[in-house]
C-alpha cells in the first residue's frame, strides 16, 4: 500500500476518509471545526489535511486524495514554513488569544497565495479567543477571503461563539479504542511493561497525549504520590491537608494536578458503578465533584490562580465528601 501523511495516523478511520473525499472532489469548505476531547489526535489529523491540501504530489486512494509527505510543500509544512500556511495559539504567558492576533491572522489570509492556490490558516486552542477576537474571527468567517481555508481546534466546542460553529463544518473526534491505544504506545513508548501500559490506557480514557505524559516513569510515580495523597485526606489533620496542597502547588506538580485529578475520579466513578450500593459514594457523586474540581484545577492553570488556595480548597471539598468534618 502506498505511504500516505494520513498512514501513520490510528484510528478516526470514517473522518480521515470523510476528509479525503473532500480533497479529491474539491470541496474543503471554507472552514472547518476539529473538535472533541484532549489528546486523540485533532492537531495530528488537522497538519495532515494540510499537507494534503498543498500537496503537490496527492496521491489517490480508496477514501480519495492525500499527501505524499515527501514533495518540498509537504516538508515544509512538516517544518512549519509553508508561507501560505499561517497558524494561530496562544502566546506565551499569556490566558487568551488576542483580537490583534486574529487580525494579523486575517490580515495574512487576505494576501494572494505565494505557492499554492489557497492559504491555510489552523487555529489551535480556538476556545482560548477572547469575546473581541471571536468576534473579529467571526467577521472572517461571514466573509471569508475565496481562496482560504480555516481550520479551527477545540477540546471545548461549547466555548466557542454559536455562530462561529454555525460557519464551520465540524468534524468530531472521538476517544480512541483501547486496541489503537495500545498499538501507539508500542510505537511511542515501547518501554512501557504489560501491566504499565494496561494501567496507562485504563487511566487515559483513550486519549494518547495523555497516555504518553502518564507514560513517563517520573510522572508515573508523581501521579501515585499525589493518589496516595487523595487518598490520606481521609483519615488526615486539617494540618496534614493544609501541607500536602502547599507541597502540591509547586508549579511543576501543580501543572499535573488536573490531569492527575481527572484519572483519579475516573477510577472512583468506575470503581463505585461496579460496586454499587456497597460503597457510600455513588456514581453521581463522584461525577458532580469531577465536573466541579477537576474543572476549578485547570482554571486555575489557566488564570493564574493561587495554586496553593485552590489546591487547599480541593483537598477540602474531598475530605468532606468521604466524611471528614474540619
Not at 499561517?86 to 487568551?96: A, D, P
Not at 460557519?167 to 511511542?188: G, I, K, S, V
Request: charged share 20%; with cysteine; aromatic share 6%.
Amino acid at each position: 500500500m502506498t505511504q500516505t501523511v494520513f498512514s501513520c495516523i490510528l484510528g478516526h478511520a470514517a473522518l480521515v476518509a470523510r476528509l479525503q473525499s473532500a480533497l479529491h472532489h474539491g470541496s474543503p469548505g471554507h472552514a472547518r471545526l476539529f473538535h472533541g476531547p484532549e489528546g486523540v489526535g485533532k492537531q495530528t489529523v488537522a497538519l495532515a489535511w494540510i499537507q494534503s491540501l498543498f500537496c503537490l504530489q496527492p496521491v489517490t486512494n480508496d477514501q480519495g486524495l492525500a499527501g505524499c509527505g515527501t514533495c518540498s510543500s509537504c516538508i515544509k509544512c512538516t517544518t512549519g514554513n509553508h508561507p501560505d500556511l499561517q497558524r494561530l495559539e496562544l502566546l506565551e504567558k499569556k490566558s487568551r488569544i488576542s483580537v490583534d492576533q486574529v487580525r494579523e491572522l486575517t490580515r495574512a489570509m487576505s494576501f494572494t497565495p505565494l505557492e499554492s492556490d489557497r492559504k491555510v490558516a489552523l487555529i489551535d486552542d480556538a476556545a482560548l479567543m477572547n469575546e473581541s477576537a471571536a468576534n473579529a474571527l467571526l467577521k472572517t468567517l461571514e466573509e471569508p477571503p475565496a481562496h482560504s481555508v480555516l481550520i479551527l481546534i477545540t477540546s471545548r466546542p461549547g466555548a466557542l461563539l454559536p455562530t462561529i460553529r454555525s460557519r464551520c463544518q465540524q468534524e468530531r473526534f472521538h476517544p480512541l479504542a483501547p486496541a489503537e491505544m495500545a498499538a501507539l504506545l508500542q510505537r511511542l513508548a515501547p518501554g512501557l511493561s504489560p501491566a504499565e501500559q494496561s494501567e496507562t490506557i485504563r487511566l487515559a480514557g483513550g486519549s494518547i497525549g495523555a497516555a504518553l505524559r502518564l507514560a513517563d516513569p517520573g510522572v508515573l510515580e508523581q501521579r501515585h504520590r499525589f493518589f496516595r495523597t487523595l487518598e490520606s485526606l481521609s483519615v488526615g489533620s486539617l494540618n496534614d491537608l493544609i501541607a500536602a496542597a502547599q507541597e502540591w502547588s509547586e508549579s511543576e506538580r501543580f501543572a499535573q494536578v488536573p490531569e492527575y485529578l481527572e484519572t483519579w475520579f475516573a477510577e472512583r466513578i468506575r470503581a463505585s458503578v461496579q460496586q454499587g450500593a456497597s460503597l457510600d459514594i455513588g456514581p453521581e457523586q463522584w461525577l458532580e465533584g469531577a465536573n466541579q474540581l477537576v474543572r476549578l484545577a485547570r482554571e486555575a492553570r489557566i488564570f493564574n490562580l493561587n495554586a496553593r488556595l485552590t489546591l487547599e480548597a480541593i483537598f477540602i471539598r474531598l475530605a468532606r465528601m468521604r466524611g471528614v468534618a474540619f
